[in-house]
């Protein structure tokens, strides 16, 4: 199991074995180098500790546990995690700023306590059937026990071909479960508890109706530049993902203002048109001064770098971004320990275009049922390359808000699915709805401001979107490189704060992410603020007509893939020539399709990497 993962920790080994316990650790050296060995136990020996991650606040907790009278051996954060368990239980969570899976083993109530961030930035999974309960940051691990059952969760699989992602609590893997953010595990005499230590309150205080817009600016930035300079303690060299876009480029200015040296960034491009932002991210990086780094690809291969993602990821996952981090990871890895990225400023203060274009539903449902429904539609399907638009129309008559937000994530949307999985899946989902989430979480943001529909959407993303798919893919591609990401926009205490604000300050009319370039907006270039969100996009169209046309052929094609079983074949046929012949844009759902052949072959039918 340790060594499946490996890569996580490439530094240090550790394991504790005893009467039915085993716990083990591959260490990823950050914090406290010579004395941070892990398994750590407190001075008593009654308690012992694994975990993954970085607590930001531990040089503020180490003295209030030192007055309490417990004992240190260490200067890691681990062992603060350790006594402040000891001292406050299950509350300890409450207390921890930072991204975390941990494992204390208490020895006198024989309890096995888990536990993950309040967001989801480090992976926990666990196995359980009558006999034990497995559990690993990465699923490969728990597979690293041969006498574990593999068989495919056909919810996680109607989960993945809709959103392109697992959703937690479900996994591909049949009794195999990822534990949500900010929830606990407790396991003590055969008896498995879980439990929500954290949420979001949607309760904007009285005062704060009245709080205007510059004033949460400043309360953001304030909050922000804390969470930057805690992020940037290391015992080792750190650096940053630059994009050039307004997240990173503010997380960038204010790593300068409490860097000693230069900022050292790091920023990908791929030689294609319409897919290079290297010219932007290296203006800011001149602009603030940074030691800047430049990754521009032409020429990699393709078909290893995907192969080498599919084992990452465990499961088969769609967003086609990992590609680009996986090789910017690599390239940072030569240079530093630690990146901060700027992922979450999209979903805490309303990046996304879908948003704003959401607030147009009801004036779209307005129009004439035959031409909101057929018309349009059927125009803008006559032209292949109109992807947002084609969304835009299918998603907009919708009136349920949850059902219709879920509409603009997915893939394969119902009727797609119908045609897609094979009779005998269908029969066995026939009562599942992979969206379900959606008006779950829709529905259960509380307080003054869950009145507020776009902040509604944005809950709803932080609990799927953002725990499930980016977290993942961040997590998995630089892990995979021994690279630590850490996110300085998603402490905990900024997206309190940004579910306090009224959305009108976030979107206005096709205007995004306004609050969050007014608190930055003194730091970086003033091009930054209105450049038009662009992420880290991928070729995947290009890719499929040209350089990976032949390979996506050669494995949906094959003989092994149409005998599977969960597809209908003669559809996915139908959606590869449609992409080919430049009738329709399939590139997305061929990519879902492709990783998920590739994850079969090497977790299913046991080939390798």
């Not at 993954?52 to 503020?60: A, T, V």
């Not at 409450?94 to 536990?115: K, P």
């Not at 290893?304 to 769609?318: K, M, N, S």
Request: charged share 25%.
């Amino acid at each position: 199991m340790m060594q499946a993962i490996h890569h996580r920790g490439p530094d240090e080994e550790g394991a504790l074995r005893a009467d039915g316990i085993a716990l083990g650790t591959k260490r990823l050296s950050i914090i406290d180098l010579a004395g941070g060995q892990q398994p750590i136990w407190n001075e008593g020996e009654s308690a012992c500790i694994v975990y993954n991650g970085e607590l930001y606040n531990y040089l503020d907790l180490r003295p209030l546990l030192e007055a309490k009278g417990h004992c240190f051996r260490t200067h890691s954060d681990t062992e603060v995690i350790l006594h402040a368990y000891e001292e406050w239980g299950l509350d300890c969570l409450r207390r921890l700023n930072g991204m975390f899976a941990l494992a204390i083993w208490d020895v006198h109530s024989r309890t096995l306590f888990l536990a993950r961030d309040r967001i989801g930035e480090k992976p926990l999974y666990y196995y359980r059937d009558e006999q034990r309960l497995v559990f690993a940051s990465e699923i490969k691990a728990i597979l690293a026990d041969g006498s574990l059952p593999r068989a495919i969760n056909l919810r996680g699989l109607a989960n993945f071909v809709t959103f392109g992602h697992a959703l937690a609590p479900d996994t591909i893997y049949q009794n195999i479960f990822k534990l949500p953010p900010a929830h606990c595990l407790l396991a003590r005499e055969g008896e498995v508890t879980i439990k929500e230590y954290w949420d979001v309150d949607g309760d904007m205080p009285h005062a704060a109706a009245r709080v205007s817009a510059d004033e949460y600016a400043e309360q953001i930035r304030a909050l922000l530049d804390d969470s930057v300079r805690r992020r940037m303690i290391a015992d080792v060299p750190v650096g940053a993902f630059l994009s050039g876009g307004v997240d990173s480029s503010g997380v960038v200015a204010l790593m300068k203002r409490h860097a000693t040296g230069a900022v050292k960034t790091f920023s990908l491009g791929f030689k294609v048109d319409g897919f290079n932002e290297l010219p932007d991210a290296r203006r800011v990086a001149y602009a603030l001064g940074c030691e800047h780094h430049e990754l521009e690809v032409e020429h990699v291969d393709l078909i290893q770098t995907l192969q080498t993602l599919v084992y990452h990821y465990d499961e088969p996952f769609g967003d086609a971004a990992g590609f680009p981090i996986y090789l910017l990871s690599r390239f940072a890895r030569e240079h530093v320990k630690v990146v901060l990225c700027g992922d979450g400023g999209d979903e805490l203060f309303g990046g996304y275009r879908r948003y704003a274009a959401d607030q147009f539903s009801s004036a779209y449902r307005l129009l004439p049922h035959s031409l909101a429904r057929e018309w349009i539609p059927s125009l803008v399907n006559r032209v292949p390359r109109l992807r947002r638009v084609k969304r835009s129309v299918q998603t907009l008559p919708i009136d349920d808000p949850a059902q219709r937000y879920a509409h603009w994530l997915m893939v394969f949307n119902a009727p797609m699915r119908a045609q897609l999985l094979s009779a005998n899946v269908r029969d066995a989902l026939r009562d599942y709805d992979p969206a379900w989430q959606y008006p779950h979480y829709y529905a259960h943001l509380n307080g003054r401001t869950a009145t507020d529909h776009l902040n509604r959407l944005m809950y709803v993303d932080v609990k799927t979107w953002l725990a499930d798919g980016y977290m993942e893919k961040t997590d998995k591609a630089t892990m995979a490189c021994s690279l630590e990401a850490r996110m300085p926009l998603l402490d905990h205490r900024l997206v309190e704060l940004a579910f306090q604000i009224p959305s009108r300050y976030k979107i206005h009319g096709w205007a995004t992410k306004r609050i969050l370039k007014r608190a930055v907006r003194d730091l970086v270039p003033a091009d930054v603020l209105s450049k038009r969100k662009h992420g880290f996009s991928v070729p995947t169209d290009q890719w499929f007509r040209h350089e990976l046309k032949d390979f996506v052929f050669e494995v949906l094609m094959d003989e092994r893939t149409r005998q599977r079983g969960y597809f209908n074949h003669a559809y996915v046929e139908q959606l590869y020539r449609a992409h080919q012949a430049g009738q329709q844009t399939h590139d997305t759902a061929l990519w879902l399709l492709l990783n998920f052949e590739l994850w079969h072959r090497i977790f299913m039918d046991g080939g390798t990497r």
